[in-house]
């Protein structure tokens, strides 16, 4: 089994990874940001030698959409610079990347599914940083004879806990307000838990899978309306719920209107089917 380090331990898709239940013989080190902080090279250093991992999970970012209009300087230096520094790191010590991006790398401009090969084109300042980090992964890993890479791309990511739009919904819904909820953004929710089942089985085998650039999701897509009166549906909760335009909410950074990432290309090299949206929710929240 491949040691496997997991930086970002404490968020989102970290703290999921961290929990995930491995062979006895399977290794994970968890680095929250006190030990690998990737605003700082030294601290990079530091964890990659002292832990010895043969693959790093990094999930680790900075996802504050909106206030990175305003922190822009800080969001490049965790999402673009910072991932540099990881990336090079890991290369000249043969360690392989597992590196995780978003749907905001891409304008959003289209109808159709997003593939890898379409070319990104972020309208903020988040989609940028991340954009730039992709592209310091492959220039780190160019001409690496002992390590590779693989980037996930992932879209409208959410979980059965912690901070997110499906759990934003049930605390919208406890208070018995009427709510208007965005209806014209298209994606497909992602459950934090199977993505980071997926991460971790690339990880601990890295012939699963060929290196490079992949699109992980559910079959949609939808709105976040009708996500939003699944989870109320689900829950057998009664919201006052209406539809609405981008307009009625507006944002400092600009959201893609249609972010459908194509699931099929990745699970066609798995020998799988992609999940549906509702049918993953559903079993997610049964779960919890």
């Known amino acids: 089994m491949r040691k496997v380090l997991i930086t970002g331990a404490n968020g989102q898709l970290g703290s999921r990874l961290s929990e995930l239940t491995l062979p006895i013989e399977a290794e994970t080190v968890v680095c929250d ?147 208007k909820i965005v209806n014209d953004q298209w994606g497909a929710p992602t459950a934090a838990g199977p993505f980071a089942s997926l991460l971790m089985e690339v990880a601990q085998n890295s012939e699963l899978l060929e290196a490079g650039t992949w699109h992980y999701g559910t079959s949609g897509p939808t709105t976040w309306f009708d996500f939003a009166q699944a989870i109320f549906e689900h829950e057998k909760l009664v919201v006052d719920a209406t539809p609405c335009g981008t307009e009625a909410y507006p944002t400092p950074a600009k959201r893609p209107a249609y972010s459908y990432l194509d699931p099929d290309p990745l699970m066609q090299a798995l020998g799988r089917k992609p999940e549906h949206w509702k049918d993953q929710m559903n079993r997610v929240f049964q779960k919890n």
């Open 33 to 179: 940001r006190s030990e690998l902080d990737l605003t700082d090279a030294a601290s990079i250093g530091r964890a990659i030698g002292n832990h010895r991992p043969n693959v790093v999970i990094n999930a680790a970012a900075y996802t504050a959409v909106d206030r990175a209009e305003e922190e822009a300087e800080l969001a490049h230096a965790v999402n673009a610079s910072g991932v540099a520094n990881l990336a090079q790191t890991c290369a000249a010590n043969g360690v392989d990347l597992i590196h995780v991006s978003t749907d905001y790398v891409f304008s959003g401009d289209q109808n159709d599914p997003y593939h890898t090969q379409d070319a990104p084109a972020p309208t903020g300042v988040y989609g940028r940083s991340k954009w730039e980090g992709e592209k310091a992964v492959a220039r780190a890993f160019s001409g690496a004879q002992h390590a590779q890479f693989w980037i996930f791309r992932v879209a409208w990511l959410y979980d059965s806990r912690g901070n997110n739009f499906a759990q934003t919904m049930l605390r919208l819904a406890a208070t018995g307000k009427a709510l």
